[in-house]
């Protein structure tokens, strides 16, 4: 099977039982937000601008694993913000088990292996040595790590265990050049990998999450899909970076940038995925066949964004996970208050503006999972359960790592200044096909750190 049997006969059983009630609306998936304070600033993420003033606020640990309740959507993926900074992300991860829940548990990568290493210490025993000598030997922990690992864990919370019923979906949006120029930071994509290596070692699941966007070069989005299943990742989600407004108005204000520079019309969403099925073939894509057809071009859905409903800090976001236009006390009171007849794209007439260019998972994977048509049920069922593609080994050859590690990551030019023997590294602001990137530069990064440290070598007049 190309999805685990459990996983897919649970979100089966309960599409099946809602529409035998002739429910007609119901949660598929819950995007669950407990807090919006993140340790990174990706280019394009409104969240922590659109939530500016309330980033010190987050939900109580009972409210959370309420709102699940709630909705009573099979899966939940707890996004944010960056979800590991939760104080109480390990009992939330716990509770959602409890409750039965699909977990996605998304993460820029950052926090994971400090995450794993609290889980080896809370299960240290001396039969786990030669798992501590492995990861060890693979450079994912040092030996002060396995001091305190071997320590114990004494504060007696839990942890985030391996589970059948759990992913980590760690954002990876290209290779490391690429990746690390739409965090905003260096040493991310490094740090990522170590994470996911560390992750499979240990038996977890992991999945990554993509966005695509304009200068996105197709090549570079299928190498990285055969890199990352050279590691065994066990599958990924990949979505069009659409132009929601948090994100435009952060592109102008911060970055200076124009928003159509970076982000995806519809027709230019459908020129990069126009391979889609065939990546679905070679890869585990979660999602269905049917949104994959959309994507590509060859069909058209109507936006069913109340089935993937966003609870955060201010309630029940409406009417997507994308656009706000105002927050709800309970899941039934947006079903019922919201509009929904007003937004989306139907025979390619747009009822809101904001919905024009927008194809993204949120809005458009429930609805091929939600099709009545007998025809969509069947190509389904035959894609979740056909084979499940095997790893590519070849992909280990991909140059995954074309950035800081060789010297050409965004704050190359400042380092090339301040250090002559730097002198022939190029600045991540110039063309990837300037340095072999393999696609385009998604230039839209922050540059004060490099601007900053150019200033301050000036000053000292070391640079003219």
């Known amino acids: 099977m190309r999805f685990p049997l459990a996983l897919t006969a649970k979100i ?8 035998m009630r002739r429910t007609p609306k119901f949660a598929l998936v819950l995007q669950l937000e407990p807090l919006h304070t993140c340790n990174l ?3 394009s993420c409104g969240r922590i601008r659109e939530y500016s003033t309330s980033l010190k606020d987050m939900m109580t640990l009972e409210d959370c694993l309420a709102s699940a309740n709630e909705c009573d959507a099979p899966m939940v993926s707890i996004c944010g913000g960056e979800p590991l900074i939760y104080p109480k992300i390990e009992e939330l991860v716990a509770g959602l088990l409890e409750q039965g829940r699909i977990v996605y548990l998304c993460t820029n990568g950052v926090f994971m292996r400090k995450k794993m ?3 080896l210490a809370s299960m240290y025993s001396r039969d786990q040595e030669h798992i501590l000598a492995k990861l060890l030997d693979e450079k994912l922990i040092s030996e002060k790590d396995i001091e305190t690992i071997r320590k114990g864990k004494q504060d007696g919370r839990p942890t985030i265990k391996p589970s059948k019923w759990m992913y980590w979906n760690v954002h990876i949006d290209g290779l490391e050049y690429t990746h690390d120029l739409i965090v905003e930071r260096e040493g991310v994509f490094k740090e990522c990998v170590e994470a996911i290596r560390m992750a499979k070692i240990l038996g977890y699941q992991v999945a990554t999450n993509t966005t695509v966007y304009k200068e996105a070069d197709v090549k570079e989005i299928e190498q990285m899909f055969e890199f990352f299943s050279s590691l065994e990742v066990d599958g990924h989600t990949i979505s069009p970076g659409y132009d929601y407004d948090a994100a435009k108005k952060d592109m102008v204000k911060r970055l200076g940038k124009k928003p159509e520079d970076f982000f995806l019309t519809r027709a230019m969403t459908r020129e990069k995925f126009a391979r889609i ?9 979660f999602g269905t066949v049917v949104y ?3 994507l590509a071009g060859k069909r058209e859905l109507t936006c069913t964004a109340w089935a993937i409903p966003t609870r955060n800090i201010k309630g029940w976001k409406a009417p997507c996970y994308m656009m ?11 079903l019922e208050k919201v509009d929904w007849n007003k937004y989306g794209v139907v025979n390619g007439v ?13 809005g458009y994977d429930p609805s091929g999972a939600l099709s009545t048509s007998v025809s969509d049920n069947w190509k389904n069922l035959k894609y979740n359960f056909g084979a499940k593609p095997k790893p590519y080994y070849e992909g280990r050859k991909v140059n995954a790592f074309n950035g800081v590690s060789i010297g050409k990551g965004h704050l190359a030019e400042a380092r090339a200044a301040i250090n002559p023997k730097l002198a022939g590294a190029k600045s991540a602001f110039q063309s990837n096909a300037d ?10 990064g922050d540059t004060s750190q490099r601007d900053e440290l150019l200033a301050k070598i000036r000053e000292a007049g070391k640079v003219e």
């Open 41 to 43: 600033t990706c280019t």
């Open 435 to 444: 340095h072999g990137a393999g696609g385009g530069s998604c230039g839209t």
């Open 12 to 19: 089966t059983r309960h599409i099946v039982s809602h529409k």
């Open 324 to 334: 706000t236009d105002g927050h709800y006390a309970g899941y039934q009171e947006l």
């Open 292 to 294: 994959q057809e959309f």
């Open 350 to 362: 747009a009822r809101d503006p904001r919905c024009e260019n927008c194809m993204m998972h949120c």
């Open 117 to 119: 290493k609290d889980y």
């Open 277 to 285: 099925q065939e990546w679905g073939e070679r890869f585990t894509l």
